[in-house]
């Protein structure tokens, strides 16, 4: 009877998985800083359509050297949910390997743009179709 109950319990645990989450699609982009990579910044989309989301998912990235990122949403490599979002991009590791600021910028200068961090006021867009999406670059200046 015991295991009866486990097998059921495992069946409604595995059944249950697939409504939780909303389907993915891989998404891919590229941040260029007055035109040329920039690494190290996150990426995030929030969702302009909110109520299609079943929880308050935060689809997101990490440009690498070459300004290039992967979208995630519930594991490193699922990409987002199908929809149309605002984008928002920040410096959230405003160091390189060697413990030093990655680019040269005057005293007193900020290091990145603070307009770009908050999707709401960024100004940028992106659209995750139904099948993998490779993002336009976004172009930022300083």
Known sequence: ???LW???LLTIACGCSDTI???TYPVTGEV???GKPFKGLTVVLRPIDKTSFKRQEIPQGISDENGKFSIHTYSS???APAGDYKVGIALMQPVDEEGGDQV???PGQPLFPLKYADPETSG???TVDKKPTE???FELTK
């Open 104 to 106: 040269k910028r005057e």
């Open 135 to 137: 993002l336009p670059a």
């Open 77 to 79: 490599t699922d990409g």
């Open 21 to 23: 989450n909303q389907k």
């Open 124 to 126: 940028l867009k992106a």
């Open 6 to 8: 486990l097998v059921l």
């Open 32 to 34: 260029r800083v007055d």
């Open 1 to 3: 009877m015991r295991v």
